[in-house]
């Protein structure tokens, strides 16, 4: 399972959320990218013809005859954890990601009907973004991430309609954002007062940086 010294472009999560909206004949995986599927995520992906490189997890949600399988077929790409750990699966597999330290992160499935997992999993893209490397958590409907001090990000028009802005520290400051229906120069926000939601892109691109603070930035659709 050591190709860490290879360059890693991007990293695809697949973890045990709703993964029923993935098409994955829409994603360009390139060589240099790596996969890992975890648990019901590494099922979903082998049942759909496409092998992860790495398959982690406690399987505590996968069927037993997957995981008889994969330890036939891939054992030399699997890892089993004990199901009663402090971490869960999706940060299992992320700090692996960050280990191979690509230039992007994309979770698959970080979303469901488990809103405390959902509410865990938009809290560890903190431990991407602290290394500099883009991720965020995909959907049909989302596509979330978080902007740190002193950093900009370059929203483009796509699928998702509304760009939604909320404070994911106490308060956030120097907030600039361009290329917006609702453009914000030097603005702040402060947690409990969520007026950046659904702003619209006016122009091809959208430019956001902030000076101090989190931001959580979330493309959505209806």
Known sequence: MDDKKARVERV??????????????????NESDRLIGLDKGAEWLILNNKIPHYIL???????????IKAKAQFGDRLVIFPPEKDETDTELG???????????????????????????????????????????????????????????????????????LVPFSDKVTG?????????????SMEKGVPYGISNELKDELGIISIETGILLIMESRD
């Open 57 to 67: 997890g406690d399987f505590d949600s996968a069927r037993d005859d997957f995981l």
């Open 175 to 187: 907030i600039n954002i361009d290329g917006f229906k609702y453009p914000i120069i030097n603005g």
């Open 94 to 164: 992320l700090r692996y990601a960050i280990s191979l330290e690509p230039q992007e992160i994309i979770i698959y499935g970080g979303t469901g009907t488990r809103l405390d997992h959902v509410l865990a999993n938009i809290h560890l893209l903190l431990q991407a973004a602290e290394k500099n490397i883009r991720c965020s958590i995909v959907d049909q409907h989302n596509k979330i991430q978080l902007l740190l001090a002193k950093q900009k990000i370059t929203i483009k028009k796509n699928k998702f309609d509304y760009v939604s």
């Open 12 to 29: 695809y999560i697949f973890t045990g959320g709703n993964l029923n909206s993935v098409d994955l004949a829409e994603i360009i995986f």
